[in-house]
């Protein structure tokens, strides 16, 4: 079984650009979650889908970052305009999303640096 | 006070020693816990999942939880040099609810 597909690997962009990545969760996975993980720190949750609904953006900063899941399968995170204390791992995973069976399980991430 | 809070570490023990690794939740219905490694530099990876209260043992680790204290452990035995890395506590309150991870506890095996 294929497990959760991020591109790009890594990302070096300048302050004020944008910036989009991509994740493939595993097939069947209903639930798809983006973290942000800032050295040192634990990940944190930037958005939370169930299909093609939204569960929980509570910490995604709306005014720069956007995320949609389109047919409930891939989902792309976009960062604009980009600021230096975005520079982090952009970790994306999947769970089957059933009761019961909330196994999360987590691509290789995209390592963004902002200069 | 912080949705899931773990000691940061480091936790140093010899080779063949047992780890012991906590975490406490803040949101008494949690229902769902989970314990990730992360390597440096790698991405976590799923270790044990847990969602009665008592012990669940999968070879050398063995996670243990309390809902009335609201705490959750990972016990490793016989640890190794290759068991050094950090450990991440995560919660989900209920099915279609989010998944809150802990700091995690940098752990230290010393051959």
């Known amino acids: 079984e294929a497990g959760v597909a991020q591109s790009p690997r890594y990302k070096i962009i300048e302050k004020r650009q944008s910036v989009a990545f991509w994740c493939n969760p595993i097939s069947g996975h209903a639930t798809l979650y983006w973290y942000q993980q800032i050295l040192g720190q634990g990940p944190k949750l930037l958005i939370q889908?169930?299909?093609?609904?939204?569960?929980?953006d509570s910490q995604l900063p709306k005014d720069r970052f956007s995320a949609e899941r389109l047919k409930g399968v891939d989902s792309t995170l976009k960062i604009q305009p980009a600021k230096l204390e975005d520079s982090a791992v952009y970790l994306c995973?999947?769970?089957?999303?059933?009761?019961?069976?909330?196994?999360?399980?987590f691509g290789q991430g995209t390592r963004l640096t902002v200069v | 006070q912080k949705e899931v809070e773990q000691n940061s570490g480091p936790l140093s023990v010899p080779e063949g020693a047992i780890a012991s690794l906590n975490c406490t939740y803040s949101?008494?219905?949690?229902?769902?816990f989970f314990w990730y490694r992360q390597y440096s530099g790698k991405s976590p990876e799923l270790i044990m999942s847990?969602?009665?209260?008592g012990d669940k043992e999968d070879g050398r680790f063995t996670a243990q939880l309390n809902k009335a204290s609201q705490y959750v452990s990972l016990l490793i035995r016989d640890s190794q040099p290759s068991d050094s890395a950090t450990y991440l506590c995560a919660v989900n309150r209920e099915y279609g609810n989010k998944l809150v991870f802990g700091a995690g506890t940098i752990l230290r095996v010393k051959s």
């Open positions: 949101d008494r219905v949690s229902q769902s």
């Open positions: 847990i969602y009665s209260n």
């Open positions: 995973a999947s769970s089957i999303g059933r009761r019961g069976n909330t196994e999360a399980f």
């Open positions: 889908f169930q299909n093609n609904g939204v569960v929980d």
